[in-house]
């Protein structure tokens, strides 16, 4: 989920962390801008709502860069609409990038990992994953899905060595939109996405004697 905010930041933290870093998004032209400012980095086109798509582009990146050490799932999508306004179309496109997308990415890399009996598999969430507000009837019935799905494979992959974890954004991510959407808001008010990066970076490296499952990250002012 390469994008201008969170995933972008999320791609430097990593490839400053020494990790060679496969950029994954349906277009290839912000990725692949990222890709060459960065080293050993490569850009891939993926669905991830798609199997087929999926399943094509890790073996890609398992030919030409080797097995996943670190997943960091930063996909998203969602439409604003209350009950009476969604289509059913919205609502499933939700489900098949927030939760289909989970298990379908999660699924090419955890038999490596269960193998090697180490690795990471990091989601990025979002507090409508606790709870339905009225204009989120397809995104956070969406997210929830993939917070229980990662519940689940922590329960089951924590043992065989695998850090399943969630980092749950509560707030504005900081993006040229939601600047030019909300002027009148000062710089603290919005969640930084180097901020972000860095709680991911630390959760894949955090000792397993004290492994997180789920972090609630909200900017100092935020209302919750």
């Known amino acids: 989920g390469v994008g201008p905010g969170n995933g972008a930041a999320l791609a430097r933290r990593f490839a400053a962390g020494g990790y060679a870093v496969a950029l994954m998004a349906r277009g290839a032209t912000l990725s692949g801008a990222l890709a060459a400012e960065l080293d050993d980095a490569r ?36 439409s604003w609409d209350s009950i009476e306004e969604i289509t059913p179309e919205a609502f499933e496109a939700a489900w098949r990038v927030n939760a289909l997308g989970s298990l379908l990415v999660a699924r090419q890399v955890i038999p ?16 409508a994953s606790l709870r339905g507000m009225p204009r989120t009837a397809a995104f956070a019935p969406a997210k929830a899905a993939q917070r229980i799905l990662a519940e689940s494979m922590a329960r089951s992959l924590w043992p065989a060595g695998i850090h399943v974890a969630i980092v749950v954004l509560d707030g504005v991510v900081d993006l040229p939109k939601t ?5 009148d808001k000062s710089d603290d008010f919005f969640i930084k996405p180097k901020d972000v990066a860095e709680n991911a970076f630390w959760l894949s490296r955090q000792a397993r004697s004290a492994w997180s499952f789920a972090i609630e990250a909200r900017p100092f002012g935020e209302t919750w």
């Open 112 to 127: 490596a990992m269960k193998r090697a009996g180490a690795g990471s598999i990091i989601f990025i969430g979002a507090t």
């Open 43 to 78: 850009a891939y086109e993926c669905d991830v709502a798609d199997e087929t798509s999926v399943k094509e582009t890790f073996a890609r990146v398992r030919a030409e860069l080797g097995e996943v050490d670190v997943l960091v799932y930063n996909a998203g999508s969602g």
């Open 179 to 183: 600047r030019e959407m909300m002027r």
